[in-house]
């Protein structure tokens, strides 16, 4: 499976943005998939994680009720829908997939885009 993460860009504090990572494959829909998110100096950290079905849904704290992840089976592609963002947000995000359960552990995703920037100005 391929990973093309896309959608990033400048925002300002209270703004809105759609991330998208397309898949490549024919069993996207076996697949659980995640984001995650990492500054420069800082371990990545997980943000959102979607398993095979639409009510497997996990969320880290600091983004719980800000961001939706959701998916498109037809598309083969996950979404990071990212509304009320902070500076804090800002940082290199990528999408990850996996075909076990999801999970919020990084070292358990076995693909992962290329990652795609995000910067919220306060």
């Known amino acids: 499976v391929q990973l093309q993460a896309s959608g990033g860009g400048l925002v300002q504090t209270g703004g809105s943005l759609r991330l998208s990572c397309a898949a490549s494959?024919?069993?996207?829909?076996?697949?659980?998939m995640a984001w995650f998110r990492q500054v420069p100096g800082k371990e990545r950290e997980f943000v959102a994680a979607?398993?095979?079905?639409?009510?497997?849904?996990y969320y880290a704290a600091s983004v719980k009720g800000r961001f939706t992840i959701s998916r498109d089976n037809a598309k083969n592609t996950v979404y990071l829908q990212m509304n009320s963002l902070k500076p804090e947000d800002t940082a290199v995000y990528y999408c990850?997939?996996?075909?076990?359960?999801?999970?919020?552990?990084?070292?358990?995703?076995?693909?992962w885009g290329q990652g795609t920037q995000v910067t919220v100005s306060s």
């Open positions: 990850a997939g996996t075909p076990n359960r999801a999970t919020t552990s990084q070292s358990l995703y076995d693909y």
């Open positions: 494959g024919r069993t996207f829909s076996r697949y659980s």
């Open positions: 979607q398993g095979w079905t639409a009510n497997e849904l």
